[in-house]
């Protein structure tokens, strides 16, 4: 079964904590990306990768942090530093031949 | 300032009651023009790709189209199974980069 797959599909912590998010593909996808989704919102771009072992901070990396050790998965870290982590967070790859991207079924984090 | 914007916020249509979505856009150096469907709690499902002024694409009721300045998402003849939001997204050259700005979507509910 192809795909992209987050796990959680929702995740609570305590402010202070530092928590992971997953996603694994088996699309055999080169690039992989990480956004936020809040109420009101487009999507904002956190962090993407384009081959193994590299990344770049997107538009709001800030309080977040990516590691990219294997081409299937790409966990997201976000950290205490991070001041309104509560909200929607969605992993997607894209083919390097095409441009279209496409997206997990997403985690909800809610931090109290 | 390279943004997206879609209109309107929100739709209501009684089933069988044609309507068009617009996705308006002001980026320089558009790579493709980029439609999903999201429903409530999951991750967005891409639908067309677009990249050139003149091009439409099919989906069972949904037809896309893109102009040099909008997209539209023609709906015809929608059913209640229709109801989800609709994203649109551009991927344009940005500060030397290839980046993609999303809209903050169209909700759309058909009512039976």
């Known amino acids: 079964d192809g795909g992209i797959t987050q796990s959680p599909k929702y995740l609570f912590r305590k402010e202070g904590q530092n928590v992971t998010l997953s996603c694994e593909q088996n699309?055999?996808?080169?690039?992989m990306y990480w956004y936020r989704q809040d109420p009101g919102q487009g999507l904002r771009l956190i962090y993407y990768?384009?081959?193994?072992?590299?990344?770049q901070k997107g538009d709001i990396a800030e309080g977040y942090s990516v590691s990219r050790e294997k081409k299937e998965s790409f966990p997201l870290t976000v950290t205490s530093a991070q001041k309104n982590p509560t909200a929607f967070y969605l992993c997607?790859?894209?083919?390097?031949?095409?441009?279209?991207?496409?997206f997990g079924p997403g985690t909800r984090l809610t931090v109290t | 300032e390279d943004q997206v914007t879609q209109s309107p916020e929100a739709l209501r249509l009684q089933e069988g009651e044609s309507s068009s979505l617009n996705c308006s856009y002001t980026?320089?150096?558009?790579?493709?023009l980029f439609w999903y469907r999201q429903d409530p709690g999951k991750g967005p499902e891409f639908l067309f790709t677009?990249?050139?002024a003149g091009e439409e694409k099919e989906k069972e009721r949904l037809k896309a189209t893109l102009t040099k300045k909008e997209s539209f998402l023609h709906i015809t003849a929608p059913k209640p199974e229709d109801s989800a939001t609709y994203l649109c997204?551009?991927?344009?050259?940005?500060?030397?980069?290839?980046?993609?700005?999303f809209g903050t979507g169209t909700r759309l509910k058909v009512l039976a």
């Open positions: 677009l990249y050139s």
């Open positions: 699309l055999n996808h080169d690039a």
């Open positions: 990768s384009q081959i193994v072992n590299d990344f």
């Open positions: 980026v320089s150096g558009l790579r493709g």
């Open positions: 997204a551009v991927q344009a050259r940005i500060s030397g980069t290839y980046k993609y700005i």
């Open positions: 997607a790859t894209r083919e390097t031949s095409r441009n279209e991207q496409y």
